[in-house]
């Protein structure tokens, strides 16, 4: 079928054993923690959450650096559970990293880099300069970066390399994580531009991790919201954030700061306890009080 | 015209690395009155941490070197008075709120340690005299007013049995200690998940409010001016480019570098045109 969705989650699950100082498991965390969803061809994905809600977990098992628990992982409806990390799946899905200044080789040129995935994967052979030039200019960079070091480019450039790389292949899906969290907001409108411009013309897949919810607003077609490994909630961009549902959805909107009035009157207001701001558990344990009473009436 | 508490006039500052000069601030000129907030913003590279670090006086010199300008808080001019003066108002009437919880706290001493070292030093410089008994008091009286519910036990712990925002929050008790007139904030929170970073931001809103501190806010994040500032100065390599209330600046931004900042901040509503952003500065691609 082909209007099956690029990339399908089921139940994704991910624990990492507790042990004591004798080596000993006494328990578990619970970091990815029964989480579906699936991303359209063309879509672009946002998976927002905090520090520790599991959001770089699921990243890293989409990309086989990880081993769930259990789930199922489907890639244009093949189940790749266990084909992560072959060469053939690193053709279809790619990643960008975080922090552009440690994903890429400093002892590598620019060139040398974007090269890599080309010679693992056998591909534009005797044609590799040619190659490398045409992946500099789709991500706008001049052509001569390629015999240029990392230590020599700025923070855009080096992320706007990591893209060129992570294109090389011509994959499916590209996961980012966190893509502009290490750059100055100017910096990263261009980068975000780029992205959706390439995405345009090359009918890429994204599924962008952030925990930027303003940006998220603006890139994402579709968002899920994470807490502590659970997918608390999941919709099209525009009607989550204009109509949240979730507790937790509501509390991370209303803390984002913002620089005008509408946003101000779109966004729900802070909950407070004894004059300040509510923790996300105190929130979702009031949550858990109401939906008890609820049951109880 | 009143005097400002503390104001910075035409304040340059060069750094001397192996034989090369960068000029670093160009003359900055800034003003916080009494208990007024307000906010320097800048990308990163700009010189809003240059300038903190020469108003506290903590820039290492050298390499840094201050060529011009004067920074007169409460009437003194910092930059001529002695060494003592100087130690005597720092840390006391002006102090400082650090951005990195993380690496900011000592992790081998207790939070009762690092805070009561603190206060003595404090105290010498002012010619107070209090007893170990009377600084645990007042520590744990400072640690109560950063709303934390339970001060001894916050007291005894090392930094790494804390979480995130309770450091931040001992760093802005810390701050606290000594009951400064201006509290200079560089980029609370940002080292924070988003609903700890609103935490910390309406705690410090609420201090300042309540003990009527003047606020310096040096932030990178347009939002955080919004919501903590009513008056703002734009840096951009080394040099004001724009000062204007903070409702102003958003509402009618004069000059083209911060019509373009601010059109680039993602808004929570949607609408941000990307694509315009990066047509409106083509010239990236530096040397």
Not at chain 1, 80 to 98: D, L, S
Not at chain 1, 272 to 293: D, F, R, W
Not at chain 2, 134 to 148: A, D, P, Y
Not at chain 2, 239 to 263: C, H, M, W
Request: net charge neutral; no cysteine; aromatic share 4%.
């Amino acid at each position: 079928m082909s209007d099956r969705p690029l990339l399908e989650i089921v139940d994704l699950r991910k624990s990492f054993p507790i042990r004591n100082k004798f080596g000993r498991v006494t328990g578990e965390v619970k970091a990815v923690d029964g989480v579906s969803f699936s991303i359209a061809r063309g879509q672009v994905y946002g998976l927002a959450g905090e520090s520790g809600s599991g959001k770089s977990t699921i990243a890293r098992m989409i990309m086989g650096l990880a081993k769930p628990t259990s789930g199922d992982i489907l890639l244009e409806g093949q189940n790749i559970t266990g084909a992560t990390g072959t060469r053939a799946y690193g053709r279809k899905v790619q990643m960008v990293f975080q922090n552009p200044g440690s994903s890429l080789n400093p002892r590598r040129t620019v060139g040398q880099s974007i090269a890599v995935p080309l010679v693992a994967h056998g591909l534009a052979v005797g044609q590799r300069q040619a190659r490398i030039a045409e992946l500099l200019e789709m991500v706008q960079l001049p052509t001569e970066f390629a015999s240029r070091f990392p230590h020599e480019l700025s923070g855009g450039q080096k992320q706007r390399v990591a893209i060129a790389r992570a294109l090389a292949v011509e994959p499916r899906l590209i996961v980012l994580d966190e893509p502009t969290s290490a750059l100055d907001v100017s910096v990263q409108a261009r980068v975000i531009a780029l992205l959706m411009d390439l995405g345009q013309r090359l009918d890429l897949t994204f599924l962008f991790i952030s925990h930027d919810l303003s940006l998220m607003r603006n890139f994402a077609s579709d968002v899920g919201v994470l807490y502590l490994g659970k997918l608390v909630e999941t919709g099209p961009t525009q009607a989550l954030f204009e109509r949240p549902t979730h507790a937790y959805t509501r509390l991370l909107l209303a803390s984002v700061p913002v620089i005008s009035a509408e946003e101000a009157a779109m966004r729900p207001t802070l909950p407070l306890i004894n004059g300040e701001v509510a923790t996300a558990a105190q929130v979702l344990a009031g949550l858990a009080e109401e939906q008890s009473k609820g049951n109880h009436s | 015209m009143s005097e400002a508490l503390l104001s910075v006039r035409d304040l340059s500052v060069d750094f001397t690395t192996y034989g090369q000069t960068n000029y670093v601030l160009r003359g900055v000129s800034l003003e916080v009155p009494e208990r007024r907030h307000i906010a320097l913003v800048g990308e990163s590279g700009s010189g809003k941490t240059v300038t903190m670090k020469a108003i506290m006086g903590i820039l290492h010199t050298p390499p840094a070197a201050i060529t011009g300008g004067e920074i007169v808080f409460d009437g003194h001019d910092l930059l001529s008075v002695s060494q003592a003066e100087r130690d005597q108002l720092r840390g006391t009437a002006m102090s400082m709120v650090f951005q990195d919880p993380m690496s900011s706290l000592n992790p081998v001493f207790t939070i009762a340690d690092q805070m009561g070292t603190i206060l003595k030093y404090a105290d010498r410089r002012l010619g107070r005299v209090r007893n170990g008994k009377g600084r645990m008091e007042r520590v744990h009286e400072v640690l109560t007013q950063v709303r934390m519910r339970d001060p001894e036990r916050i007291a005894r712990a090392y930094p790494i049995m804390l979480s995130g925002g309770m450091r931040q929050r001992v760093l802005i008790a810390m701050a606290l200690l000594s009951e400064p007139r201006l509290l200079i904030a560089d980029e609370p929170g940002t080292a924070l998940d988003v609903t700890t970073q609103a935490q910390i931001l309406k705690l410090l809103k609420d201090l300042v409010e309540e003990r009527g501190l003047a606020l310096l806010m040096i932030t990178h994040n347009l939002g955080v001016v919004r919501e903590t500032s009513s008056y703002v100065y734009v840096m951009h390599h080394g040099r004001i480019v724009e000062e204007a209330a903070t409702a102003d600046l958003f509402a009618n931004p004069q000059q083209a570098y911060t019509r373009n900042l601010i059109a680039s901040v993602p808004r929570l509503n949607g609408g941000t045109d990307f694509l315009a952003v990066g047509r409106s500065e083509e010239a990236e691609v530096a040397p």
